[in-house]
């Protein structure tokens, strides 16, 4: 059974970082394109950070140069730090594991971007 579980959310005030862990069992993470998403209230879940089963990392415009995904197969986790939060960051951010257009999804963690 796959299960993916965040954790590292929390309230934090503008310019400040965090970083969400996501903890994998179930799959070796390895072979799965892995990513974050994030969903704020009344809005669409949107892909924030992925990271290829290659390596190859790929973000969402509005947070280029402030997020960076990364990944450690041998302890199947994926980590995503966040830079520079800005209000607009505030969302639950879910942390998604693919391969051949099968997802399985936490149950997420929530950030709170706020002074």
């Known amino acids: 059974q796959v299960q993916l579980v965040e954790s590292g959310g929390g309230l934090v005030q503008p310019g400040g970082s965090l970083r969400l862990s996501c903890a994998a069992s179930g799959i070796i993470s390895s072979i799965y394109n892995m990513g974050w998403y994030r969903q704020a209230p009344g809005k669409q879940r949107e892909l924030v950070a992925v990271i290829t089963s290659g390596g190859i990392t790929n973000y969402v415009d509005s947070v280029k140069g402030r997020f960076t995904i990364s990944r450690d197969n041998v302890k199947n986790m994926v980590y995503l730090q966040m830079n520079g939060l800005k209000p607009e960051d505030t969302a639950v951010y879910y942390c998604?594991?693919?391969?051949?257009?099968?997802?399985?999804w936490g149950q997420g963690t929530q950030v709170t971007v706020s002074s």
């Open positions: 998604n594991a693919e391969r051949f257009r099968v997802d399985h």
